[in-house]
């Protein structure tokens, strides 16, 4: 069993940074991957970042320059720094752990911590 807590989501306005934290707890070892995915209102859930167990880093174009993912293995908590928000990057984003069997993965996610970016 996997648990994945999000916080530090709140309400900022356009240029503004925020960091978002993810505990995980449970069974983490053995992940192919830990990302951050985002849902914008009315819209589809989104890769937003992700970084693999080897610390390889994959970003969606439109953060790239902006947005930083990390993680601290020591206390099991994945991290995205946002700077420079922009309305559209309002959405409730969501911390992800995905791992792989051959032909199969299994993704565990938490509840969301919402971004509401707006002047």
């Known amino acids: 069993q996997v648990q994945l807590v999000e916080s530090g989501g709140g309400l900022v306005q356009p240029g503004a940074s925020l960091r978002l934290s993810c505990a995980a707890s449970?069974?983490?070892?053995?992940?192919?991957?830990m990302g951050w995915y985002r849902q914008p209102p009315g819209k589809q859930r989104e890769l937003v970042a992700d970084?693999?167990?080897?610390?390889?880093?994959n970003y969606m174009s439109s953060v790239k320059d902006r947005f930083a993912i990390s993680r601290d293995n020591a206390k099991n908590t994945l991290y995205l720094q946002m700077n420079g928000l922009k309305p559209e990057d309002t959405a409730l984003y969501f911390c992800?752990?995905?791992?792989?069997?051959?032909?199969?993965?299994?993704?565990?996610w938490g509840r969301g911590t919402q971004v509401t970016v707006s002047s």
């Open positions: 992800n752990l995905q791992r792989r069997l051959p032909g199969l993965r299994y993704d565990y």
């Open positions: 970084i693999t167990s080897d610390g390889t880093t």
């Open positions: 449970g069974s983490i070892n053995n992940f192919y991957a």
